[in-house]
Antibody, heavy 123, light 107 residues
Framework: DVQLVESGGQLIQPGGSLRLSCGAS????????MNWVRQAPGKGLEWVSY????????VYADSVKGRFTISRDNARNSLYLQMNYLRAEDTALYYC????????????????WGQGTMVTVSS | DIQMTQSPSSLSASVGDRVTISCRTS??????LNWYRQKPGKAPELLVY???RLQSGVPSRFSGSGSGTDFTLTISSLQPEDFATYYC?????????FGGGTKVETK
């Protein structure tokens, strides 16, 4: 079975840094693009970042550009999100989401999700 | 950036009802439009991708239609597990964005 397990979320002060991890199993990790999507408490979904299957291409939402860095280790079947200069508005449940392999290849859909890890930014 | 507008934001329905949810984009996204269902306390699930393609394992009561700027998700006969929030999402160009969601509640 496809499994995505996020970890690393915690309560952190504004301006702090945090690294989220997502462990993948049950599929060929290096064949899939990966994403981070977040959801603030009681709110809708917000896409955060994308990384290509090789890791050579990354894209960020404007709200996190310059503060967050997405990366992956295909040998370890792991996805990461380095979060710096955290703000109160970054408080959310962070999901790791697998990209659907589809034609056309530039269509991005999220066909598997983890259960999320909670990040709370507060003093 | 492409803006996504879902309507209605909520609706009340009964088991067996036909339900239609709309998603409108601020500019054409061709057919680069996906639909998700999020049950309370759970992660979202992909229902429909590329506007009308049913994701593997998704029941046939779900269908998607539309292209350009106007899209529709239809549930032909609402089931108890379908009381949830539904989101559309585009991947045409620029940042990926989701609609604000449509909450389907029990009448």
């Amino acid at each position: 079975d496809v499994q995505l397990v996020e970890s690393g979320g915690q309560l952190i002060q504004p301006g702090g840094s945090l690294r989220l991890s997502c462990g993948a199993s049950g599929f060929t990790f290096n064949s899939h693009e990966m994403n981070w999507v977040r959801q603030a408490p009681g709110k809708g979904l917000e896409w955060v970042s994308y990384i290509s299957s090789s890791g050579s291409t990354t894209v960020y939402a404007d709200s996190v550009k310059g503060r967050f860095t997405i990366s992956r280790d295909n040998a370890r079947n792991s996805l990461y999100l380095q979060m710096n200069y955290l703000r109160a508005e970054d408080t959310a449940l962070y999901y790791c989401a697998r990209g659907l392999v589809v034609i056309p290849a530039d269509l991005v859909a999220f066909d598997a999700w983890g259960q999320g890890t909670m990040v709370t930014v507060s003093s | 950036d492409i803006q996504m507008t879902q309507s209605p934001s909520s609706l009340s329905a009964s088991v067996g009802d036909r339900v239609t949810i709309s998603c409108r984009t601020s500019q054409s996204v061709s057919n680069y439009l996906n639909w998700y269902r999020q049950k309370p306390g759970k992660a979202p699930e992909l229902l429909v991708y590329a506007a009308s393609r049913l994701q593997s394992g998704v029941p046939s009561r779900f269908s998607g239609s539309g292209s350009g700027t106007d899209f529709t998700l239809t549930i032909s006969s609402l089931q108890p597990e379908d009381f949830a929030t539904y989101y559309c999402q585009h991947s045409y160009k620029g940042p990926l964005t989701f609609g604000g969601g449509t909450k389907v509640e029990t009448k």
